[in-house]
């Protein structure tokens, strides 16, 4: 799936399945996101379809895109779900996903985290540390239930990726270092309220390679052996997310070619795999709508200064990262270099310096591509400007998902203290 696959031009104008974008625009106002149901759906079956001869369970990463129209579409299609917080949890057993294809990642979740999700029995739990591992004990032997857990494991490995989304590596936050985990596989054999399940592994997000991927695989299958001679039960090897997508011209291995790569490195166990994709399911199956505010002729270099900005998609101002930025309405017109930037107050607030678009003025519509995941789960009312609606397309019909809040919503969750 490339940038454009979902959102193509008819007669120089953008379209996501039957419905230009401009018609969407001229009823939600911009900025919004725009998701292809479609796309979605499509991306979710190459999955299933890639991982059909292995006992595969996909479990959608929620914090790339929790909305609950995403979680309910992919719910549909019998997805699972890796969260992080309670509020993901809850937003995942909201839409209907069954608790039964919850796993449950994250360094640092609380008691009351670990008690709800407890309370609801979860598929596993990923447990990055000894110490949240003992306390998940503890509350399961209060609850006079048993945790299903798998430690991730940080197999050391480079995943060749932007060192704030690589977590594979020995200096990296997450997980039990491999080196350590027979150790930590062995106390928690002796923990009440612990039955060990399987083991898990996450090295990173938009990974363009696969030999990270199936060195630290062959690192887990050894592992997996291992652990089984010492006399523990592993059922379940959680691959992770983390395989890439297309933003501007990265060749990303199909998740055909993916899955092949993880039946070869741990087909022989005979455990069930559980997947956590986020963005490869949702990235290239969104983008954020914008209008130009104005065009701005600088001593230098043209701006094209956009309505929306970096508290409405952070990925430019935070990773340095690429997306494609496309006129919605292409006309006849000539491409021309801008830096596209938006209206908050910080030079970082620039989605791209020195970029070719499609001649543009002020009222013009333009698309930022690839924003399906880690956009508006990550957008905040920085600035006191209104959080971007979110809108989802289905063939000919299209829904607001999210609406655009007033400034009254925003004003009214602040309370003045009595002395003022
Ligand atoms: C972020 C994350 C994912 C999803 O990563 P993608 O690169 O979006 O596929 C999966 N598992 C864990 C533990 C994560 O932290």
């Given at each position: 799936m490339t940038p454009v696959s979902y959102f193509p031009h008819k007669n120089n104008e953008m379209y996501v399945d039957d419905i230009a974008i401009s018609d969407i625009a001229k009823q939600v106002k911009t900025p919004f996101y725009c998701y292809s149901s479609t796309a979605i759906e499509t991306s979710y079956q190459e999955y299933k379809n890639a991982f059909s001869a292995q006992d595969a369970l996909v479990c959608f990463a929620v914090k790339a895109n929790s909305n609950q129209a995403v979680l309910a579409t992919l719910a549909k299609l019998g997805s699972g779900a890796d969260v992080v917080s309670m509020g993901e949890i809850r937003r995942a057993i909201a839409a209907g996903?069954?608790?039964?294809?919850i796993v449950y990642s994250g360094v640092a979740k609380s008691q009351e985290e670990i008690h709800y999700a407890l309370s609801l029995g979860i598929l596993q739990f990923n447990v990055e540390s000894e110490p949240e591992l003992e306390l998940i004990s503890k509350v399961a032997t209060s609850l006079n239930t048993t945790a299903a857990i798998a430690f991730r494991i940080n197999p050391d490995v480079c995943a060749q990726t932007h060192a704030k989304i690589s977590t594979g590596k020995a200096e990296n936050k997450f997980g039990v270092p491999i080196s350590k985990a027979r150790i930590a596989y062995n106390q928690a054999a002796a923990l009440p309220g612990i039955k060990i399940q399987g083991v898990d592994v996450h090295i990173g997000?938009?990974?363009?390679?696969?030999a990270p991927f199936a060195e630290a695989y062959q690192r887990i299958a050894e592992l997996v052996t291992e652990l089984r001679s010492d006399g523990h039960d592993i059922?379940?090897?959680?691959?992770?997310?983390?395989?890439g997508i297309t933003y501007l011209d990265e060749v990303i291995p199909s998740k055909q070619t993916y899955a092949e790569m993880v039946k070869a490195q741990l087909?022989?166990?005979?455990c069930k795999i559980i997947l956590e994709p986020g963005r490869s399911l949702l990235g290239n199956a969104g983008i954020l709508v914008s209008s130009v505010a104005f065009v701005k002729n600088g001593e230098e270099r043209q701006f094209l200064m956009l309505d929306a900005g970096m508290n409405d998609l952070i990925r430019p101002s935070m990773y340095d990262a690429y997306h494609q930025i496309i006129a919605v309405n292409k006309g006849e017109r000539e491409l021309k270099t801008y830096d596209v930037v938006g209206p908050v107050c910080e030079t970082g607030d620039t989605f791209a310096k020195a970029r070719q678009v499609h001649e543009s003025d002020a009222g013009d519509l333009i698309a930022i591509m690839s924003s399906g995941a880690y956009g508006a789960v990550m957008s905040s009312s920085y600035n006191t400007r209104l959080l971007a609606p979110e809108v989802m397309v289905k063939g000919s019909e299209f829904a607001v998902i999210r609406k655009r809040p007033s400034y009254e919503d925003i004003i009214k969750q602040d309370i003045t203290p009595s002395w003022l």
């Open positions: 996903i069954p608790a039964n294809k997000s938009q990974l363009t390679s696969l059922s379940v090897v959680d691959v992770g997310g983390g395989l087909g022989h166990l005979n």
